[in-house]
């Protein structure tokens, strides 16, 4: 489960992030390509853009069903 306490530093702020944990597997962005990307950096991948529309909420719930090292977390509704 992700860590709140531990989320990458460029998520942008609401219901949907990245913890440190994320092993960059490029999974989340190829998944929900509205919301995710990967960092600057190339360590990890981040929260870019807040879902804005059931679409991209299903895609974010996908990415997050599906990330094999659990590190996107939902915080509810913010």
């Known amino acids: 489960m992700a860590d709140p306490d531990d989320k990458v530093p460029e998520n942008v702020p609401g219901k949907y992030y990245v913890d440190s944990s994320c092993i960059i597997c490029s999974l989340c962005p190829e998944l929900a ?5 990967e960092a600057p950096d190339g360590t990890h991948d981040y929260v870019y853009k807040q879902p804005e529309n059931e679409e991209e909420e299903a895609a974010c719930q996908d990415a997050m069903a599906q990330c094999p090292v659990n590190s996107i977390g939902d915080d509810g509704d913010e």
């Open 33 to 37: 390509p509205e919301n995710f990307a």
